[in-house]
């Protein structure tokens, strides 16, 4: 039998990388939703990659790689704790900071490249640190033919709104639904087992509840729950508010061109996502990140 070799051992022959713990779309640290980063992630392997974003149970954990298209700044794979995603909003959000921070890339007239799972996305930058705003294209949102009876059901007895609830597809599948107020939203307490079994029967990543706020500053509460992914509630997500949003301009409904969302209070926390739909039917999103911890990772 082989000797059994020593955690000191393993350890003292893994490749140190620069990581970086981001708090994105929050105008300060503590309000937003947490994003680990890793670059120059050339030495990990899809296995490595996904065994360290379950160990540090973050809802996502972007790897920065040298782009394989033309075109593209740099290239992204995002893992949640038990997946890899071909496209989020924070990790991309978060990520395109975290390069240009550290001077990995520079913006051409404010413009960004990234290369992920589902394609190349372009990002528009401007300001620095931590005033910095991101925003990224995300993939245009398909909607699919499904049905709902399950997820609605997963929230009990609550009052919807208006639209029909819906699935979109914009690389994760997020099922889309309209509570009747803002109330409804903030206090809702769904049946998280039912609800991850639902998404599990259609292959849904979570679902984004939604209701319009009338008055206040900001357009949209959004709450998400990822229960079949390991993540009860998502504090602030990116490809769920674009989800929202494709669905919203689909019905032509949006509240306006440009808008801002709320999303983790109920979590103590406070995001603001910024979501703007272009000429194109195109949906943008993004927001203020937070550069809370800077190191070295050993993995």
């Excluded at 949102?141 to 699935?167: C, F, K, Q, Y």
């Excluded at 939203?185 to 079994?197: K, Q, W, Y």
């Excluded at 949003?245 to 689909?250: G, P």
Aim: proline letters at 9%; hydrophobic letters at 45%; a negative charge.
């Amino acid at each position: 039998m082989p000797p059994i070799a020593s955690p000191g051992a393993a350890a003292a022959v893994a490749p140190r990388l620069p990581f970086l713990q981001l708090d994105v779309f929050a105008a300060a640290p503590g309000l937003g939703n947490p994003l680990g980063v890793v670059l120059g992630a050339e030495a990990l392997d899809g296995a490595a990659m996904q065994a360290l974003a379950a160990w540090l149970n973050l809802s996502e954990t972007s790897f920065v790689l040298p782009p394989t298209q033309p075109g593209a700044d740099y290239r992204l794979r995002i893992f949640t704790p038990r997946q890899e995603l071909p496209f989020a909003g924070h990790p991309s959000v978060g990520t395109a900071h975290a390069v240009l921070e550290h001077g990995l890339v520079r913006p051409r007239e404010g413009r960004l490249v990234q290369e992920c799972g589902a394609g190349l996305l372009p990002l528009r930058a401007e300001g620095e640190g931590a005033g910095r705003r991101v925003h990224v294209r995300a993939p245009r949102g398909r909607t699919l033919d499904a049905r709902a009876e399950a997820v609605l059901a997963s929230l009990g007895a609550v009052a919807l709104g208006p639209l029909p609830a819906a699935l979109i597809d914009n690389g994760p599948r997020w099922w889309c639904v309209e509570l009747a107020d803002e109330a409804s939203v903030r206090s809702l307490g769904p049946d998280l087992e039912a609800m991850a079994a639902a998404n599990r029967s259609d292959g849904s990543v979570g679902v984004a509840v939604f209701a319009r706020c009338p008055g206040a500053p900001h357009a949209l509460v959004v709450r998400a729950f990822v229960p079949a992914d390991g993540i009860p509630e998502d504090p602030v997500t990116g490809s769920a508010n674009a989800a929202i949003a494709a669905w919203l301009q689909a019905r032509h409904a949006l509240p306006a061109p440009r808008f801002t969302s709320s999303q983790g209070r109920e979590l103590g926390r406070d995001g603001v996502v910024e979501i703007a739909v272009d000429e194109e039917g195109e949906v943008w999103i993004g927001g203020q990140t937070q550069t809370v911890v800077e190191g070295t990772l050993a993995w």
